[in-house]
């Protein structure tokens, strides 16, 4: 029992960065496309957001990392919406261009040295007896869940995966929502980064 029990918890640490980037690629698979960038941005947010703390604090830190995921998948949306570049291609090269921006952000050398409390509490930390990031990773799939069945997001997300034409002529705004959705899997890999960050230190 010990041994599940031990088992349990390490999966229970490991999980929920896959888990966030699952919400997001949940919204961009609805609506028909992909997003394979959304490792190479995990990597970017971790180590813009170890940095940031190092210099600004906890606070900065967090929302820097976030904001990288954001305007990533910002990006990945207005390049497959507006430039009419397949979600396959436009996302590959977002992978290799986050990918190559954590290097070159980092000089190729590991970010470490982080000496605050609360971004250990973020990675290793319980609450309730569970760990903080499970939480944060159920937190992720509750909005998801309520933004695709609850809002128009969710509608629209729906029908334009399924008939992007009639939905188009509906008189939905097809490329702002497409810009959404991205953005959506932006902000899930940008959680997901910090988190990681925070777990490895």
Known sequence: PEGIKMNFLKMAFVSPFVALL??????????????LSVGSIVALVSVVSATVIL????????????????????????????????AFVATLGMMSIARGAAFTFTGG????????D?????????????????????GGFVLTYLLLTRTKFGLYTYAIGGNETATKWAGVPIDRYKIYIFTFSGLMAGIAGV?????VN
């Open 55 to 86: 210099q600004q604090g906890f606070v900065a830190g967090i929302l820097a990392g976030v904001l990288v995921g954001v305007v990533c998948g910002l990006f990945n949306g207005w390049v497959v919406a507006k430039l009419r570049v397949p």
């Open 118 to 138: 609360a971004f250990t509490y973020l990675g290793h930390g319980f609450f309730l007896g569970i760990p903080v990031n499970v939480w944060i990773a159920a």
């Open 109 to 116: 050398v590991p970010v470490f040295g982080i000496r605050s």
């Open 22 to 35: 699952a919400w997001g690629q949940t919204a961009v698979i609805l609506s028909a496309g992909i997003d």
């Open 195 to 199: 988190l990681l960050a925070a777990r």
